[in-house]
């Protein structure tokens, strides 16, 4: 599996340079979602520009991470373009479930939001 991981201060950006997630790659990548909860990772962008066809496999690992992150932080899907990915997503209804920002700008801003909104708004329920 070709990926590449950059981190940054409040979050991280995970990018797979595959063409198709699927059931021979799928393990991996559940893997390595694993591993960047285990370290702390808060908010991960997850981007998959270079992705044009995802099976229910690669459909369950995307799920997985957004379980993992769900009373972490959270976890954006970015790129998710291609009408394959779309259409899958669509089929199976997760567009309310997902959090499906169109481009990596827009992923940014929006954990950054989160992240301020999470650091300056926790606790003051009145």
């Keep these: 599996m ?3 991981i950059d981190k940054k201060d409040t979050y991280t950006i995970f990018k797979l ?3 198709n997630l699927n059931s021979i790659i799928a393990p991996d990548l559940k893997s390595e979602f694993v591993l960047l ?4 990772v808060r908010y991960l ?3 998959m520009a270079d992705v044009k066809y995802v099976d229910s496999s690669g459909l369950s690992s995307i799920l997985t991470a957004n379980r993992l992150w769900k009373d972490m932080g959270c976890f954006v899907l ?3 373009t291609s009408p394959a990915v779309k259409k899958l997503i669509e089929i199976s209804r ?4 997902l959090t ?3 481009t990596l700008e827009e992923s940014v801003d929006y954990v950054s939001m989160e992240d301020f ?4 708004l926790t606790g003051e329920e009145e």
């Design 17 to 19: 340079h595959e063409e």
């Design 78 to 80: 970015t790129h998710a």
């Design 94 to 97: 997760l567009e309310s479930i």
């Design 2 to 4: 070709k990926f590449t």
């Design 100 to 102: 499906l920002i169109p």
């Design 117 to 120: 909104l999470n650091d300056h």
């Design 37 to 40: 909860n285990n370290e702390g």
């Design 45 to 47: 962008i997850f981007d």
